[in-house]
């Protein structure tokens, strides 16, 4: 192993560093000028088990080549020491599994002379090590973790290797194994540094110059500099010292606020060791300002800083689409039975997100295919499940057209173990919203609601919602226009007739009394009434149980349960489909739901705009 020098000014400030000793030493004496050198010795720990390279260095030539020994007492065994000259030696130590934990003297013992450095070393129980052990300036790579009585922990876990290193990932695979992908910055200072693992309460584990960054620096170059929100742009990557032709290059973009999904790449081209084409789609709502590029090729790769820009790309009223609700949300608290009721009016006129996020709506639901390619498959996909094609009977898809039934359903989601189930679509952007005065309002011929501008300076998204609303301004069965006030710089002025619809009837829970830890035996069914909220032919009535994992999960995987009734103010979950449920407390969702008709500007491409409307209660119980 080649030897790791300190600076003279930081071997006078290590801690671990005291006098050299001369002539007869006693237990009291264990610092004396008399020989003039100040000895320290590095790493200043290491864990039980394992081999090691300590270097001892000297202030003055204090060192002989044929006569220099180092002990550190008993369970560390010292294989053989090494003189590089009089300033320094190293010596190879092998730590017993059982070694005492904690600190102990380090005695140097050159020409018949012995200097003592008090508990200058400590054996620790953690430890780990790192491969590969080197990045150079500019390179992205994988790194692979193998720790030794360590307890990492997924989401708790973390690497730090300091100033210049960027940690991008760090994935757990077990207590003591783990793999991180690392981007040296082209910047960075070259040389060893201490590489440390935060496991959270104080607990780190360093690996004493565990990584080096080489002096030696990747040289990558991104063209174009400047791209446009929504655009389909063309782009070339040169990097001198890699091999594009050692893997499947996969890119990613960061903002200043770290990794940013809202750019889709279209396909990568190699066209030699060190040269790629590619063509990436920015979505309309693309974040301004810099990017940096990062390219990883099999286990290694490069990062661009500042590799371009992206640029506003403007709005037109063609593209310009509506989000329009008018909700009231009841929440029963389990202690006192009281309601909580929030009655909501919300408008967004914005643009969507071109290329579309999320993903496209699952709605072939029986064919073992993921064809959203979110990684969800048939009734394991929320879609499938929100469009009624996992019942056991077959309800109409939310918003469609309803016709007499009583259906109940239970979908048992799969267990995660060899589960084909993914993580879902990657984050969205915010998209871009435009104003249309500074209100907007529903009319009917019954009451005005007004919904004030509102500025969210996190997303930067401008929408407008009711203020202090309650059940006086939600007149069921009713139906609103809307209006804007119109503004120079956005949406005009308009009305938009009969979009809004309210339920046909308000409603109350009967039966049974769903707080104060309400308990129901699973192997009983479970009969329930309401006051009707009289949907039928135009709306939905819905009752649902969803058994999370958090919630007490259904048997062998967590679920969704749940009736479409005729609303006749009365149904039931048969025993046969409450048993499915694991005990454990349950949410208990029913509510009212009514859709209004397809609308849009006057001028805008976006006509299957739909305006939703529902009286919802929220409950729980405990099911043994």
């Keep these: 192993m080649s030897r790791r020098p300190a600076s003279f000014l930081a071997l006078l400030s290590l801690p671990v560093s005291l006098l050299a000793c001369g002539g007869e030493k006693t237990d009291e004496d264990t610092v004396s000028a008399t020989r003039g050198g100040a000895l320290s010795v590095f790493p200043p720990s290491a864990g039980q088990g394992t081999e090691l390279e300590l270097s001892v260095d000297a202030t003055a030539s204090i060192l002989a080549f044929e006569s220099t020994s180092v002990d550190l007492g008993e369970g560390i065994e010292v ?9 320094g030696a190293r010596a190879q130590l ?10 102990r003297d380090v005695t140097i013992t050159s020409d018949d002379q012995s200097y003592l450095l008090a508990d200058a070393f400590t054996v620790v129980a953690e430890s780990f090590q790192i491969a590969p052990a080197s990045g150079r300036m500019g390179e992205t790579l994988s790194i692979d973790f193998l720790g030794k009585n360590t307890a990492w922990e997924p989401g708790l876990s973390w690497p730090d290797f300091g100033d210049g290193v960027t940690v991008r990932d760090f994935t757990v695979l077990t207590d003591n194994l783990a793999t991180a992908t690392v981007t040296v910055a082209p910047d960075a200072t070259p040389g060893w540094r201490d590489v440390t693992v935060d496991s959270g309460g104080g607990a780190r584990v360093t690996a004493w110059q565990g990584f080096k960054v080489d002096r030696v620096a990747l040289a990558a170059t991104f063209d174009p500099p400047i791209a446009e929100q929504g655009d389909t742009v063309e782009f070339t990557i040169q990097a001198r010292g890699t091999d594009f032709r050692t893997g499947t290059p996969r890119l990613s973009f960061e903002d ?28 309309n709502a693309a974040a301004l300002g810099g990017r940096d590029v990062n390219l990883v090729v099999g286990d290694e790769g490069v990062s661009i800083p500042e590799a371009f820009e992206v640029i506003g790309g403007g709005w037109d009223i063609s593209e310009v689409a509506i989000d329009l609700r008018f909700t009231v949300v009841r929440v029963r608290d389990n202690n006192t039975g009281e309601i909580d009721e929030r009655v909501q009016a919300f408008c967004m006129f914005y643009i969507p997100l071109d290329p579309p996020c999320p993903l496209p709506q699952e709605t072939t639901c029986d064919d073992g295919v993921d064809n959203d390619t979110d990684g969800w498959i048939d009734c394991s996909d929320q879609d499938c499940i ?14 469609g057209e309803p016709s007499p039934y009583d259906a109940n359903g239970v979908i048992v989601y799969p267990s995660s173990d060899g589960a084909e189930v993914g993580d879902g679509p990657d984050d969205c952007p915010f998209p871009q919203t435009v104003p249309a005065g500074e209100f907007v309002w529903l009319e009917s011929d019954d009451n005005i609601v007004t919904l004030v501008r509102t500025y969210d300076s996190e997303s930067g998204m401008v929408y407008y919602t009711g203020e202090a609303l309650t059940m006086a301004d939600y007149v069921p069965d009713n139906w609103y226009d809307l209006h804007t006030q119109g503004q120079e710089d956005g949406i005009g002025e308009y009305v938009l007739p009969g979009v809004q619809p309210t339920v046909p009837s308000d409603w109350e829970w009967v039966a049974p009394n769903l707080w104060g830890n309400y308990t129901h035996n699973r192997a009983r069914p479970f009969e329930f009434e309401w006051t009707p909220a009289g949907t039928y032919p135009d709306a939905i009535f819905v009752f649902s149980i969803f058994n ?8 062998g995987g967590s679920g969704w349960g749940g009736a479409y009734p005729m609303d006749d103010g009365s149904h039931a979950m048969s025993a046969g489909e409450m048993s499915l449920f694991a005990p454990g407390v349950v949410p208990v969702y029913t509510y009212s739901l009514i859709s209004g008709p397809t609308f849009g500007l006057p001028d805008s491409i976006y006509q299957e705009n739909q305006a939703t409307s529902y009286i919802y209660l929220v409950q729980q119980m405990v099911l043994e």
């Design 79 to 87: 294989l053989g020491v090494e003189v590089d000259d009089g300033f």
């Design 386 to 399: 929100d469009i009624g094609a996992c019942m056991s009977s077959g309800p109409p898809p939310i918003g």
């Design 256 to 283: 200043r606020f770290g990794p940013n999904a809202d750019i889709v790449i279209d396909s990568v081209t190699v066209l030699d060791a060190e040269n790629l084409y590619g063509r990436m789609t920015l979505s």
């Design 94 to 103: 092998l730590i017993d599994e059982g070694a005492a934990l904690g600190a």
């Design 548 to 555: 999370s994992q958090e919630m007490g999960p259904m048997e």
